[in-house]
């Protein structure tokens, strides 16, 4: 999983997923759940690659930020419930999709 595209699919295979640019810049590209409108993916392109901004619960944190390098704290968001993902290549796709659905499950209970 290296695009926007592949991603924002992927995600929009979630029940109540949505798409949102809240932004008014194109580049900022964000999923959403409609029970509660809370983000569980950021897409944005940074550096010539597809960053992906997931939230994380906070005892996982560390697991995915030392299991690869394309994993550090969430840019311009709390780094203690938020990873992100740059889209390198070097993160297997199936790990990419389960930090997606860990993200979507975290924020589904919660009200706005």
Known sequence: MTTRQEVLA???TFQGAYLDA???DD???LARYRGNRKAFAWTYEREDRIWVNVKVDPQWRDFWRDAYEAVIP???QNKEHWNTVI???SVPEEEIKRMIAESYDLIVGRKK
């Open 10 to 12: 992927y995600c929009m």
């Open 27 to 29: 580049n900022w590209q």
């Open 74 to 76: 969430g840019w311009h």
């Open 22 to 24: 809240p932004f008014h």
């Open 87 to 89: 889209l390198d290549g």
